[in-house]
């Protein structure tokens, strides 16, 4: 496609480094169709006013819990852990509807973007109506909850990958699911006709995906069946996989194998998987990741808010596995606060600093971590590109050189700044498909939210 517009920056982060005088065209489908390096503004070009970086993409969401968030961190009693807070976390699984999913996830998508996300891939569980209990009413179509989901992208301006979830029972050797988990049954058949509809629909910036719960929440038969499903289609397949340690603990006394290892045995895994959370993995089931290709999804705000441990980043970027981030439960909702845990949790852990960079190559940990975030991401999302290289959506950052935490750094520090030194969202514009987008959610869209937390929670006081 001819250019429909050029964008000129005077420092642009292309290929893992500042460059100066970057000229960048978008076509009328909104992809890059060409990055030139040192070339003067011509005439025409639009002018960016500060640093374009890349955006990300949130490469694991669960939109919905967005409405729980600051309403499971009190303990009266006993001990708190992942499975507790997953108990208080049903009891908005089993009420919220589709108008209310709407309003919460329009709420988050505004919130990812001022986050510095322009893409988000939405691990969909909450499939079916609540029972009448809790006001469920049938729905006119059994993807209601997922087109919720893809109205509140269009509303906010994201993209959106979604990735409908196998889930047919409740841990290893179960029939079945636990009654408050009824809403989220869905088996690979049902998995893979969802997909199939929401690649369909051919909704501007809306593909789809499909996902596995976890090896608790899915059979091996389940995993089979999706797998003959998909066969060769190039698109993301995600699955939950060693969050707790409970859950490895419950593969091995079920299967002899740790989860990784067992994926890996099996055969499961290719370039199109994405590992969510791999927290607790061994150096062999990571060299096993690694030979087959396959990506992780880490969420560190998450992984820290629920106790879940750190994962082996050092082992990871040795081994040259693709991986990038995922707000999962929205505790944080901006990809410099992840960047910046996923460091602090190593430092912290190992007792050293800057341990994700490599000196000799790349000795900026915000910068490898960045440029590994990108590249994991278009994979993640089902993308051939992502970031500022043809062929990519034209979706970008423009930094803003007055925030507090770029003042006065000289440009090669800029990244570093933007990581560790800023409070989160220090650029002036957000865009998407060549489109400068705003980045604050509308008056309606925050009003929306708030009645839809007054129906779910109760009358704010």
């Known amino acids: 496609m001819e250019a429909l517009k050029q964008l000129h920056a005077s420092l642009a982060w292309v290929d893992g480094r500042w460059q100066r005088d970057v000229l960048l065209s978008v076509d009328a489908g909104g992809n890059w169709s060409d990055i030139a390096i040192n070339v003067p503004a011509p005439p025409g070009a639009e002018v960016l006013a500060g640093p374009l970086i890349p955006s990300l993409v949130n490469a694991h969401s669960h939109a919905f819990q967005r409405a729980f968030v600051g309403l499971a961190e009190r303990r009266e009693a006993g001990q708190d852990d992942f499975w507790s807070w997953r108990d208080r976390m049903y009891a908005l699984a089993l009420r919220i509807s589709p108008q209310q999913l709407r309003a919460v996830a329009s709420q988050l998508y505004a919130e990812l973007l001022r986050g510095g996300y322009t893409h988000v891939c939405e691990f969909h569980y909450l499939h079916h109506p609540a029972d009448p209990a809790h006001g469920g009413q049938a729905f006119d179509d059994e993807l209601d909850m997922a087109w919720a989901l893809a109205e509140a992208a269009q509303d906010a301006g994201i993209g959106l990958t979604l990735l409908p979830v196998v889930y047919t029972r409740s841990g290893f050797g179960a029939a079945g699911l636990r009654p408050d988990q009824h809403r989220f049954e869905a088996d690979a058949d049902w998995v893979w006709r969802a997909c199939q509809r929401v690649t369909a629909a051919g909704l501007p910036r ?66 199109r998987w994405q590992l969510v959370h791999a927290t607790h993995a061994e150096s062999a089931e990571i060299e096993a990741v690694a030979r087959s290709g396959a990506g992780i999804v880490i969420c560190p705000g998450t992984e820290a808010n629920l106790g879940d441990g750190l994962t082996d980043l050092p082992h990871w970027l040795s081994h040259r596995v693709p991986l990038t981030v995922g707000s999962d439960s929205q505790v944080t909702r901006g990809w410099v606060e992840e960047l910046r845990w996923l460091e602090y949790g190593q430092r912290l852990g190992l007792r050293q600093r800057n341990v994700a960079a490599a000196p000799g190559s790349q000795p900026s940990s915000a910068a490898r971590l960045f440029d590994a975030a990108v590249a994991g991401g278009a994979r ?58 705003p980045w604050r959610a509308p008056g309606r869209v925050g009003d929306a939210f708030e009645a839809a937390m007054r129906e779910l929670w109760g009358s704010a006081g």
Not at 226 to 239: E, K, N, T, Y
Not at 258 to 268: I, K
Not at 384 to 411: C, F, I
Request: proline letters at 6%; hydrophobic letters at 50%; a negative charge.
């Open 206 to 271: 809306v593909n789809a995906g499909v996902a596995l719960h976890s090896l608790r929440g899915a059979a091996p038969q389940d995993i089979a069946r999706l797998q003959q499903l998909v066969g060769a289609a190039d698109l993301p397949i995600h699955i939950h996989v060693a969050e707790q340690t409970a859950e490895v603990a419950d593969c091995l006394q079920a299967t002899g194998m740790r989860p990784l290892q067992w994926l890996a045995e099996q055969g499961c895994l290719d370039p």
């Open 380 to 437: 993640a999302a089902g993308f051939t590109a992502w970031g500022l290289t043809p062929g990519a959506r034209a979706d970008a950052l423009v930094l803003n050189r007055e925030a507090d935490a770029l003042r006065g750094l000289p440009d090669e520090a800029l990244l570093d700044a933007v990581v560790f030194g800023s409070n989160g969202s220090p650029w002036q514009s957000v865009w998407v498909a060549g489109r400068a987008r």
